[in-house]
């Protein structure tokens, strides 16, 4: 604030001292927990020489209740107080916002060739396989010395980078290098929490202190992302190959802020968030989010705020859908300036046969490289047929021994994690297991590395098995595994588990954005535990093969780091532009791409404006590009006051007087709300949208509307002619909907597009008309 009257200084004093008295006199017997505060940096008097001095003598009575101070992306604090000590800071003056450290959860080849990097020409030859652009990675860490975070014939890290290799247990300075450039890890809120270990903090049995990754997950999302060519590459024989990131020369900075069964903290997070973009890196890859299925508002949301000051200062930052899916309104990171990603499949598989005694076979998917069966048939039985729901389920010592030995046991998915029922099973004295979808998983079908013989099926198929068991006196099965399969159609199609829209927070912004491959992905491992991620699964694997969105966003991830290298002066905002509008909506059968887990065509609240093709967004032709001021704007669209958005920009903001629209910010897709009209006359909405061409100069586009039944929608100008002098033009949509012929779907909406076109370029936008009873 620079100069403060002495009065004003000497009363501000004042009030810090009685706050400190209120603070002291808080019973040590309370139970602490972790709160992160905002603070208005601008208000820091100026007898205090750091912010450190101001919130470590004016907020906190005791220093060493500190975690984290932040001050690139947010600035202010975290600390562990009681809620009384807590609620006295939040008195201070200058403290915007505090809120409670959340648990967060991880949202968990040949999939660069499936986004089109097929040859060397293109985006990877281009951009120089992104080899000048760091990719942040926010996780479980990493195993340093595998094949894909090799630094061979690598050139100098780039110059601007200011990070560390943080050492620690089992990970030494030599661990990072020309390709793992800087690794990090961040502990304080977990330990504060409690951690899980005997009186909390690190539990060392189970987990480095240290940037080493004890998961597995950490070093598969940095590989997808960014791993180096590894040559003979497979998951015990299962997807042979070479396997190789989305940007093989891509930096890597890893930032270890999850915790191998405790989850990840938001205060470490955003200190994750705050460090990695003083560090100086490009993208950042965050394939977490909520646990418990509920988005907070933005001035709420530690990684909607950490998001903002990265993106505001340049960071692309790529996150997960979640794993919430097929439910509608279950996609999670909302924020418009994140990039969030959602699931497809790819066209490769692992398909496993269920043989029933009756000769019927049946169609599932597996990852088991054990003693396979041989044809052999065993009797087959259903727990579940009892009525006890751990017994169906297949829970820790739920099933009798005399009812399953010897036999192939049906275990119907949910509660516990797939490979764990199989270690039920087995430990009960079956031979084999065949796990079975439930109606809300549908025909949606991930592999596993099963330690018996097993196979996922869908719940029709566990529907007829379990009906062939209960009509058969002697009931029999055997299961055929058959290893990898290419060329699988239809394909991409939309993953079961992948988050859905619509937006739940704002829904006037489309989510998710895009989908990206996120089933049965193949990359690195950790060496600390075995592919099933389970205590007694001593198997020892370079690669593995996951699925989830936790695998979607690196792949985006990468793409974002060979946008860069290959356009750098493209803002965060222009290079989602560009993925979005050159996604593809159909699949390798050139139909529209359907829905894993219905089998029907899939909609815009699937998949955002359609599925990764980086072989086209290299060249978008145009972009839509939003600066800091559009996302204040928005805010303000929102109904979010100047403080409150302040707790996200941390810098003050104005609204103006006349409330934008949210609709117009200038994002590269379209959602249209109309309220419920009772006079049955139609609506009409317009909305203000701005390309910026970045493809040839002198460039003329015609624009192309597809318009669902019921709706019209009119571009002007029709028309857009760019010239060496006018790079950015703008033009209104109209939207008008006539209830009488509007047939909405099951969400509620129509989809149509519109596509910008010079012969070359399609520039496409995803348009979702949606109708909602008015308040």
């Known amino acids: 604030m620079g100069f403060l009257h002495p009065i004003s200084l000497l009363l501000s004093l004042s009030s810090s001292f009685l706050l400190l008295a209120t603070l002291s006199v808080s019973s040590d017997q309370t139970p602490k927990k972790t709160y992160i505060f905002r603070v208005d940096r601008f208000a820091k008097p100026s007898i205090f020489p750091t912010h450190y001095h101001w919130y470590t003598t004016e907020f906190l009575a005791d220093p060493s209740v500190l975690l984290h101070q932040y001050d690139t992306v947010f600035h202010g604090f975290s600390a562990s107080l009681t809620p009384f000590q807590a609620s006295a800071a939040l008195r201070h003056p200058s403290v915007l916002a505090a809120f409670d450290d959340r648990l967060r959860t991880l949202h968990t080849t040949r999939s660069p060739q499936f986004l089109g990097l097929r040859n060397q020409r293109g985006l990877w030859s281009e951009s120089d396989y992104g080899s000048d652009v760091i990719v942040g990675v926010f996780d479980t860490g990493i195993w340093p010395e595998r094949r894909s975070f090799s630094d061979l014939n690598l050139g100098p890290v780039p110059a601007r980078w200011k990070g560390v290799c943080q050492t620690g247990v089992k990970f030494t300075a030599s661990n990072c290098n020309k390709k793992i450039v800087g690794a990090r890890f961040f502990s304080k809120g977990h330990d504060a929490a409690g951690g899980f270990g005997a009186g909390g903090g690190i539990n060392e049995t189970v987990e480095f202190l240290s940037p080493r990754d004890a998961d597995g997950h950490g070093t598969h999302t940095a590989s997808t992302a960014a791993g180096r060519y590894s040559f003979q590459a497979s998951m015990s024989g299962y997807a042979p190959g070479i396997a190789k990131g989305v940007a093989p020369k891509a930096r890597l900075a890893v930032y270890k802020v999850c915790w191998k069964n405790s989850g990840c903290f938001d205060s470490d997070i955003l200190a994750a968030f705050d460090t990695a973009v003083k560090d100086g890196v490009n993208v950042i890859s965050i394939s977490i989010g909520g646990g418990d299925g509920i988005s907070s508002p933005y001035y709420l949301d530690p990684i909607a705020i950490g998001a903002y000051g990265a993106v505001s200062r340049g960071v692309f930052v790529s996150s997960s859908a979640g794993n919430d899916g097929p439910n509608g309104m279950s996609v999670t990171n909302l924020a418009p300036w994140l990039t969030t990603v959602g699931a497809g499949t790819i066209d490769r598989n692992f398909p496993a046969d269920v043989v029933l005694g009756n000769g019927r076979k049946l169609s599932g998917v597996s990852l088991y490289a054990g003693e396979p069966l041989r044809g052999k048939m065993y009797p087959i039985v259903y727990p579940g047929k009892t009525g006890v729901l751990s017994a169906s389920l297949c829970m820790e010592n739920s099933l009798d021994p005399n009812t399953v030995k010897g036999k192939i046991v049906i275990c119907d998915r949910g509660s516990n994690p797939r490979v764990a029922k199989g270690m039920v099973v087995k430990k009960a004295g079956g031979v084999g297991m065949i796990l079975a979808n439930g109606e809300s998983n549908g025909e949606g079908l991930v592999g596993d590395a099963h330690l018996i013989p097993a196979c996922a099926v869908g719940s029709d198929e566990g529907d007829l098995i379990k009906s062939y068991v209960s009509s058969s006196a002697v009931a029999t099965a055997t299961i055929n595994f058959k290893g990898t399969v290419i060329g699988i159609k239809p394909a991409p199609v939309v993953a079961s588990f992948s988050g859905r829209g619509p937006n739940g927070l704002n829904p006037e912004i489309l989510k998710p954005d895009l989908i990206a491959p996120g089933v049965n992905i193949l990359a690195a491992w950790t060496d600390a535990v075995g592919p099933t991620g389970l205590d007694s699964d001593t198997r020892k694997a370079e690669f593995n093969i996951l699925s989830g969105t936790s695998m979607s966003a690196p792949h985006v991830s990468g793409a974002a780091a060979l946008l860069k290298s290959s356009h750098p002066d493209w803002s965060p905002a222009a290079i989602k532009s560009a993925m979005m509008t050159t996604a593809s909506v159909t699949d390798n059968r050139f139909s529209l791409m359907s829905d894993e887990a219905t089998g029907k065509a899939s909609t815009p609240y699937d998949y955002g404006s359609g599925h990764l093709n980086l072989g086209l967004a290299m060249d978008p032709g145009l972009v839509y590009d939003v600066m800091n001021d559009d996302y204040v704007s928005f805010l303000c669209s929102i109904g979010y006051g100047p403080k409150t958005i302040q707790v996200i920009t941390g810098t003050p903001v104005n609204c103006a007087m006349k409330r ?29 949208r701005t390309a910026t061409n970045v493809g040839p100069l002198n460039s003329v586009y015609t624009v192309r509307v597809e318009s669902p039944k019921g709706v019209t929608v009119t571009v002007k100008p029709p028309k857009l002619v760019f010239s060496e002098k006018v790079r950015k033009l703008m033009y209104a949509v109209t939207v008008t909907v ?38």
Do not use: C, M
């Open 738 to 775: 006539d209830t009488k012929n509007l047939v909405l779907d099951d969400s509620g909406a129509v989809y149509g597009s519109l596509s910008w076109l010079d012969g070359k370029h399609v520039v496409r936008s995803p348009i979702v008309v949606t109708q909602i009873s008015p308040l």
């Open 660 to 688: 934008p629209v949210p609709e117009n910010l200038n994002y590269p897709s379209i959602a249209a709300l109309f309220s419920t009209s009772t006079s049955g006359k139609p609506s009409s909405k317009t909305f203000i």
